[in-house]
């Protein structure tokens, strides 16, 4: 557990502060709509239970909220972050399915296991190291009920030389941390679940350093 805090504490400490969250609300439309990928595989999500992981400013729960309320009974918001915890909180407090929660970094608690019937996360496990990956899915396995899905955007490069003492995320292109898919989808596996769709993307003009995933934990 010791060397995944370090990790996660490495991930942690580059947001504090950061005027990312600013710059970001801009191009929040990629994710929104029909014509960009995001939005096709989230359509393919039962709302009806959702949490988002890494919620930063809340820009894509107030998108949802806005957009699906009427299919939305709860809406869980989760960051590692204080001062994101309080941004979204005042963002999106006048929907009572939302709820906004301190998280560890790693998983999904407090929510209870079989609770779920989908996750997504957007713009953050790009820069998670696989241990952190790791952690999430197998937490995600617990958390969904039999047939709910999960979205990840994911980082797509193969940079091994990530894991080296003193080698920072942000050094790589696109501050992408080291994920292919062979290595995600045996992640996934050992956790449980199944893919279901995947596609390959261009970001900030570096083809291919990305990647959306769609997974599930089967059916009982």
């Given at each position: ?5 370090h ?14 969250y ?10 929104w ?7 096709r ?10 949490a ?37 909180t ?17 998983d999904?608690?407090?929510?209870p ?10 713009d ?11 952690s999430?899915?197998?937490?995600a396995?617990?958390?969904?009920v ?30 992408r ?16 679940l199944?893919?279901?769709l995947?596609e ?21």
């Amino acid at each position: 557990m010791t060397d995944l805090r370090h990790s996660i504490d490495v991930v942690k400490e580059a947001w504090i502060g950061s005027p990312y969250y600013d710059d970001a609300e801009r191009w929040t439309f990629l994710f929104w709509e029909e014509r960009f990928v995001f939005r096709r595989y989230f359509d393919k999500l039962d709302l009806t239970r959702c949490a988002e992981l890494a919620c930063g400013h809340g820009r894509h729960a107030e998108q949802l909220l806005q957009r699906h309320s009427g299919r939305v009974e709860a809406l869980y918001c989760l960051d590692v972050l204080d001062e994101n915890i309080a941004f979204t909180t005042k963002r999106i407090g006048m929907f009572s399915q939302a709820a906004v929660i301190l998280v560890s970094g790693c998983d999904f608690q407090p929510i209870p296991s079989g609770t779920l019937t989908s996750i997504f996360c957007y713009d953050a496990m790009v820069h998670f190291s696989p241990d952190i990956v790791a952690s999430y899915l197998m937490d995600a396995a617990r958390v969904l009920v039999p047939g709910g899905r999960a979205l990840f955007h994911h980082a797509n490069l193969d940079l091994p030389d990530t894991g080296q003492p003193g080698r920072h995320y942000g050094l790589n292109p696109n501050a992408r941390n080291h994920m292919t898919l062979p290595l995600f989808e045996s992640l996934a596996r050992q956790a449980g679940l199944r893919t279901l769709l995947t596609e390959a993307m261009s970001w900030a003009n570096i083809p291919d350093t990305d990647r959306i995933t769609l997974l599930e934990r089967p059916p009982a």
